[in-house]
């Protein structure tokens, strides 16, 4: 008990926060005190929030990776060449064996599938997805 008032100070505001279990002990430690510190409920957590948050950006699936000598310039020059999307637009591009994925801003997002499916890359036309 002393080594617990001798850590929070003399001055200041020192905020405790108590589970159900601890009450005893917390009480201890305030009768110990000249004067007792004030004691509050803490608001109960109400759940998940209605609306959940958005993420900032939507992901992007390309039929084509490593094998097919795909680079994140290759995408990125079809995004901002062809497709005409601002490079801010663009996020994350990673390149697996078969498959690459691109993150693209949510208002884009839309016109980058559709110019993507319609278009080329390198050469190639590739499928892709919405994630």
């Known amino acids: 008990m002393d080594a617990y008032r001798h850590r929070i100070g003399r001055r200041g505001l020192a905020l405790s926060l108590v589970a159900g279990r601890e009450n005893a002990r917390a009480g201890m430690i305030a009768a110990a005190q000249d004067s007792p510190p ?9 759940g998940r929030p209605a609306q959940p948050a958005r993420a900032p950006m939507t992901t ?7 094998t097919d000598k795909l680079r994140p310039g290759d995408i990125l020059g079809a995004l901002t060449g062809e497709a005409g999307l601002p ?3 663009i996020g994350k591009i990673v390149i697996a064996a078969t498959r690459s994925y691109v993150a693209i801003a949510n208002a884009q997002a839309e016109r980058a599938l ?5 278009g080329r890359i390198k ?3 590739f499928r892709v997805r919405r994630l």
Do not use: V
């Open 87 to 89: 490079g801010s637009a």
């Open 114 to 118: 559709q110019r993507l499916e319609a």
């Open 38 to 46: 004030p004691r509050e409920n803490a608001p109960l957590a109400t």
């Open 123 to 125: 050469g190639r036309r």
């Open 60 to 66: 992007l699936r390309i039929d084509g990776g490593k």
